[in-house]
């Protein structure tokens, strides 16, 4: 069922709670090394502020224990770099739903932004059905707002208890412009494809990725196998759609100075560990997949970040960017794909890079999310 969107509500003079996911990647000094998740939740904030609404956001960062505030695990320098992004003042409440929010909240202009500390900071939010928390956070706002895709497949209460209880308030409760498009891309790629139907599924191991594949097998043409979950694969599996490497780069060091050699696939040497498709199966999967009207991606070929071993990756990327500008639609799942993808320089020439690592495969696995099920629909 299509959810109301916030482009359907009025927001003029109202206060709009939107639950984004800025639990961005940072170094060891702080410094948000990719604001990817920032910038896309951009279009739902300008959309509320054009329309003269307050925004109020929230969002986790990490896992912290839920017993208080952690300086490591702060927002701070996520309103920092938001407020340099959308050009005006970020203000950063100590609390999610306590007395500092609520001030901050009743004292915002039109055009005012307001961001709330982790949520995860409250033992409240994993727990999920803590009333008291609940209340503190939906009482702050007069409409929800959920932009949060990374987030959905939790139901935490910043993403269940809030806007279930802001709708029984009789508030609207809405998607945002990213949670609509992700979920446009990877619902309707799922459900409905342009074929051929090509996925492409890598990472460690199987059993992250057994229900995907599974999924997957069912609705697509060809599902090609790389990473290191391909040198444990085991064939019976198979069936004629599954396409699986012939032929291994392994090594005798995790290095790139390592010694190196192309073996057939399944005759790694002693001592030797496989780090990338060889370069007959890269060349074989380029062609399967410069034939696709959809692909859909998860999971790097090998170890992308170091090279020469990034080559198997690099050449599918290459693959999928041809098969984009001969019109194919073509959907990077997050996560390690997508980091490969922004590495190698593709995230332009593809349709679209999922924010989502555990959301896009849970999507990929065929499930919905309770976490936008319970919205408003359209
Ligand atoms: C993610 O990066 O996977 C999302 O932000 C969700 O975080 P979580 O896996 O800690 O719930
Ligand atoms: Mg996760």
């Known amino acids: 069922m299509a959810k109301k969107t916030v482009a359907d509500i009025d927001v003029s003079g109202k206060t709009v709670l939107v639950r984004v996911d800025f639990n961005v990647p940072q170094d060891d000094a702080g410094a948000i090394t990719d604001d990817r998740r920032i910038r896309m939740a951009l279009p ?180 090609l196998i790389g990473g290191a979950m391909a040198y444990t694969f085991s064939l019976a599996k198979g069936g004629d759609k599954l396409v699986l490497p012939s032929d291994t780069h392994c090594a005798d060091d995790f290095s790139s100075d390592a010694n190196k050699q192309v073996v057939t696939a399944g005759e790694i040497p002693d001592g030797f560990e496989g780090l990338d498709i060889g370069p007959e199966t890269a060349a074989r999967y380029s062609e399967i997949i410069r034939g696709a009207k959809t692909v859909v991606w998860n999971g790097p070929m090998g170890v992308f970040e170091m090279s020469p071993f990034d080559a198997g990756t690099k050449a599918v990327a290459d693959a999928v960017a041809d098969a984009t500008a001969a019109g194919a639609v073509t959907i990077i799942g997050g996560g390690d794909s997508a980091a490969a993808v922004e590495q190698l320089g593709y995230s332009d020439k593809v349709s679209h890079v999922s924010t989502g690592g555990g959301a896009s495969l849970e999507m990929l696995e065929g499930k919905s999310f309770d976490s936008v099920d319970l919205l408003d629909d359209a």
């Open 44 to 223: 739902t904030i300008s959309k509320i502020l054009e329309g003269g609404g307050k925004v109020v956001l929230m969002s986790h960062l990490g896992r912290p224990g839920g017993t208080g505030f952690e300086e490591k695990f702060s927002l701070a320098p996520v309103a920092t770099k938001l407020a340099e992004l959308l050009g005006r003042p970020v203000t950063l409440a100590e609390d999610t739903g306590g007395s500092d929010s609520q001030a901050k909240a009743a004292a915002l202009a039109d055009g005012g932004v307001l961001l709330l500390e982790n949520v995860r900071f409250n033992k409240g939010e994993k727990k999920g059905d803590d009333a008291d928390y609940i209340a503190g956070v939906a009482g702050l706002a007069d409409i929800y707002v959920n932009d949060a895709f990374g987030t959905c497949h939790r139901t935490e209460a910043s993403m269940y208890g809030v806007p279930k209880a802001m709708k029984a308030a009789g508030k609207p409760a809405v998607v945002g412009f990213l949670v609509e498009k992700e979920i446009r891309y990877l619902a309707d790629a799922i459900s409905s494809p342009q074929r051929p139907f090509v996925a492409i599924i890598g990472g460690k191991k199987v059993s992250d990725k057994i229900l995907v594949i599974n999924n997957l097998l069912a609705v697509c043409d060809h599902v």
